[in-house]
């Protein structure tokens, strides 16, 4: 028995082996739970604890599950993605309802273009159908604008958003839509909100048909598969050059990092030019406008007056507000992140607008890199252009395995898909602006995506506003912490790495409960009472 005068904390002996099977699990974590707080509150840690052997993860006797979603194709072999097909300019509010839809039918109108004169001859109608989650959600995102412009031959990059705009004000109007000799007419009403629910090869099906009657001269399925991404029944990657350094995993970039003595943008653009057949200079000139673009987004939303964005909602904008006070904090801390989150706002109210965008990854939340890039740039940082060209490079890495493992699409994975992916991307870049290495660039990657793991989409009302427009900030602000705690750390002692967290990201996504998906049928989009 110890008396008072013995020296040291009084410990009890606890086991903290594993409960056999069948015993009283809840018995086993008080006790631990018991020795956790005798630890913290007296500084001993129990000789049963340094004992404990660190075991694998328990092997059931069920194979593991398949990480991929049910999605219409999905890429083998190594990332093959271009920071050209990546980072798209394009009007909001979402690359996947907005942005992917016209990609869609400006392809059918071109496919339809082709056809032989005789067919075309006898064509009367043009006719688009949307289902699953462009149907349940498409009215908030524009989604029939986006389809129609992209029937008339209008491009993303390129197409004037007061031309969308207009097409709300005055939804009966007609175009005329040439082929060759031949003209037909189309308006709003010839794109269909159909079925929500159903087997559809992908959460984002649709159909465009050319018509002569009630035949059918040409008819296309197709699927836009998140970030501006589009694919179609029967699609194929189409062949590329093999890149430099082949990778599927983050893993297998930094092997090939550390054995070349590169950064993770180095072998980045190593893998840009070899792919795509440009040189530096014209890969770097495309960042260049990805960033001017990148930039203005950001000043536009600052400087836009408070007002009240579209749609029933009736949101008011805040960016403005938020920059103007941020600016007049005088803590560290409070203005960085103050200022953070309001370019993150202005970014994404630009989006909710229907302003031209960038899908980084996606529209979204194309809030989120933008906001990073901003402030790392003149306003910011100051750092030199080619940092913030270094940032879009390794965040491109990053963004490339998600959609390669994972989903890019709200409608197939929930907001971790989009916010979490851009986060993700911020982080990474920052890391690399910076000059750390690869692994601290992934660690940053893993630590802003990990915790946005489960995040569901659930926007009020169908519109890209709440809780879109704030979860950029957040994701923004996250982004600067994945990488404050990678780069303070030490790396190797980092236990979750990023390639998990994509196959969580995956499995999660896989699970989660459709009325999640973009789908405004759970969450925020019921709680929350318009009136």
């Keep these: 028995m110890r008396s008072s005068r013995d ?37 001993a840690v129990p000789k049963d604890v340094s004992a404990i052997p660190v075991r694998s993860p328990r092997q059931d006797a069920t194979p593991p599950l398949d990480p991929s979603l049910d999605v219409v194709k999905r890429s083998k072999g190594p990332v093959m993605t271009t920071v050209d097909e ?72 390129t197409v004037d958003p007061a031309f969308l705009d207009g097409l709300a004000a005055n939804p009966n109007q007609t175009f005329p839509v040439t082929f060759g000799e031949k003209t037909v007419n189309v308006s709003l009403n010839d794109v269909i909100y159909d079925a929500t629910q159903g087997e559809f090869p992908h959460p984002n099906t649709m159909t465009a048909k050319l018509m002569a009657g009630d035949r059918v001269l040409l008819e296309q399925e197709y699927y836009s598969v998140g970030g501006g991404f589009i694919e179609w029944k029967g699609y194929e990657p189409p062949p590329k050059n093999a890149p430099k350094y082949p990778y599927e995993k983050i893993s297998e970039a930094i092997a090939h990092c550390t054995r070349d003595n590169i950064s993770l943008a180095q072998m980045a653009m190593a893998n840009e030019t070899t792919i795509s057949g440009r040189s530096e ?46 600016k007049n904090q005088e803590g560290t801390a409070r203005k960085a992140i103050g200022l953070v989150s309001a370019y993150a706002l202005a970014g994404s109210e630009e989006n909710a607008r229907g302003h031209l965008v960038i899908t980084a990854p996606t529209g979204g939340s194309a809030g989120v890199l933008p906001a990073v890039i901003y402030s790392l740039g003149p306003d910011g940082a100051q750092l030199p252009k080619e940092k913030l060209r270094e940032a879009l490079l390794a965040g491109a890495v990053v963004g490339y395995l998600c959609k ?83 780069a303070n750390e030490v790396p190797i002692n980092r236990r979750v790495d990023f390639d998990s967290t994509v196959e969580a990201m995956a499995l999660t996504a896989r699970d989660m409960n459709p009325k999640y998906k973009e789908t405004s049928e759970g969450g925020l989009a019921l709680s929350v009472t318009l009136c």
């Design 7 to 43: 020296s040291g904390p009084i410990v009890p002996e606890l086991d903290f082996t594993d409960p056999p099977p069948g015993s009283d699990r809840r018995a086993f974590m008080v006790r631990s739970a018991m020795a956790v707080s005798i630890g913290a509150l007296t500084g």
């Design 86 to 157: 990546f980072y798209k300019v394009g009007p909001g509010p979402s690359s996947s309802h907005t942005i992917g839809p016209m990609r869609i039918t400006y392809d059918f109108y071109k496919r339809a273009a082709a056809l032989p004169a005789d067919q075309l001859a006898q064509a009367d109608a043009l006719k688009v159908h949307l289902y699953g989650s462009l149907s349940a959600t498409g009215k908030g995102h524009g989604t029939e604008r986006a389809a129609l412009a992209g029937l008339i031959g209008m491009e993303p990059a």
């Design 281 to 326: 200079e014209e890969i770097n000139a495309f960042l260049d406008k990805i960033l001017g673009a990148m930039d203005a987004t950001v000043k536009t939303g600052l400087a836009a007056p408070t007002s009240t964005l579209p749609g029933p909602i009736r949101l008011k904008t805040k960016a403005h507000d938020v920059y103007e006070n941020a």
């Design 404 to 486: 390669h493992n994972a989903t890019l699409a709200a409608a197939e994975g929930g907001c971790q898909a989009e916010i979490g992916v851009a986060s993700a991307m911020g982080a990474a870049g920052i890391a690399q602006a910076y000059g750390e290495p690869p692994q601290v660039a992934a660690n940053a990657a893993e630590g802003a995506l990990e915790h946005h793991l489960g995040m569901t989409c659930d926007p009020v009302a169908g519109f890209v506003q709440v809780p879109c427009i704030e979860r950029c900030a957040f994701g923004a602000v996250k982004a600067w912490t994945g990488y404050l705690i990678a």
